[in-house]
Structure formats: structure tokens, C-alpha cells
């Protein structure tokens, strides 16, 4: 039988807190829970936000599980700006497409991610997994104002998995610019 004394109980327990530290955020915020099937199984797409305590971050994380296992994660973080974040998922843009992969749901999203200090255009990131596989377009966002529009003058730029796979990239592209398009009245 072990026994111990009160400041070797205290040690060991404040090891034990730098092992596992503290979560630093508050309770996550569902943005969004979507669950489908399709000849894989029963699916669920799951996305998080989260702002930190002192509101110099936020962080994204959308998961897909299958069955209740996790099939794939993708976190995002922005963290020490110094005016404003922007972190917004784009809601119209969260779908699963079984059309693209012979039945399978192909899961696609945006989100608007940056730092800002007024109407500041920022990076606008849309992703579709596809078998697990992830495929990324990325641009800037385009804000329409009365006086006019700004930001999003370069094409957005696929990865090396959507260039490989022209059906999906031209899908997205078509999608882009309601995507990555803020109007602002």
C-alpha cells in the first residue's frame, strides 16, 4: 500500500497538468452536422469552431466520420491579429455530391480565414474530399461593395490532387465565384 505525503501528491498532480495541459479555448461552437449514406456506409460531417479565451484566436475543425470512426480531421487556426479575425465558413458551400465519385458522397466545403482591420479581402479556401482524399482550391475572396468590387483579381489555385482530377476541379471552379464573393451593403 503506498502512501504519500502532501507535497508529493502536489508534485505528482502538477507533472500530471504539464503532461496534460488544460484545454485554452472555450466550449466548441457546432457550426454545422451533416450525415448522409452512400454505398460506404452511414457518414457524418462535423464542423467546429472555436475562439480562445483572451480572443487572440480561433480555430476550424472539420471531421468526417463513418460509422462513428474518424476518417479524416482538417484544423485550421488564426491566431494574434492584430485588429480582427475572420474565420467564417461559407454555408452554401457545405455539400456532399454523390455524383462525382460513382455514388460515394464527395465532401465539399469553403471557409474565410485571415486577419482584418475593416473590409479587408482574405483567403478564401475550398476543399473537396473525395475517397478520403483531399483536394484544395485556394484564392482570394471578393468583396462587392455599392462604390464597387475589390479583391480576387488572380484566378484561385488548385493543388496537385485537383489538377489530377479535371471533372472535380471544373465542378469547383464553377462554384468559386459565389464562393469566394462577400456583398456588402
Known amino acids: 500500500m503506498n502512501h504519500y505525503s502532501a507535497p508529493l501528491l502536489l508534485l505528482r498532480m502538477s507533472c500530471v497538468l504539464l503532461i496534460y495541459p488544460v484545454n485554452s479555448t ?9 450525415k448522409w449514406n452512400d454505398n460506404s456506409g452511414e457518414h457524418t460531417l462535423v464542423i467546429e469552431k472555436q475562439i480562445s479565451k483572451d480572443q487572440s484566436g480561433e480555430h476550424l475543425s472539420i471531421k468526417q466520420l463513418t460509422q462513428g470512426n474518424v476518417d479524416w480531421v482538417l484544423n ?29 458522397g464527395t465532401v465539399l466545403f469553403a471557409y474565410k480565414i485571415g486577419c482584418i482591420g475593416g473590409l479587408d479581402p482574405v483567403t478564401v479556401k475550398y476543399f473537396a474530399y473525395k475517397y478520403g482524399v483531399k ?22 489555385i488548385p493543388d496537385y490532387n485537383l489538377k489530377k482530377d479535371k471533372p472535380l476541379l471544373n465542378y469547383m471552379l464553377k462554384k468559386w465565384k459565389a464562393i469566394s464573393t462577400t456583398k456588402i451593403n
Open 26 to 34: 472555450f466550449a466548441k461552437d457546432l457550426i454545422s452536422s451533416t
Open 76 to 104: 485550421d487556426y488564426v491566431n494574434d491579429c492584430i485588429l480582427d479575425i475572420k474565420l467564417d465558413v461559407v454555408t452554401d458551400s457545405v455539400e456532399v455530391n454523390k455524383t462525382i465519385s460513382d455514388g460515394v
Open 135 to 156: 483536394h484544395s482550391l485556394r484564392g482570394e475572396e471578393h468583396i462587392v461593395v455599392e462604390s464597387g468590387s475589390y479583391g480576387g483579381e488572380n484566378p484561385p
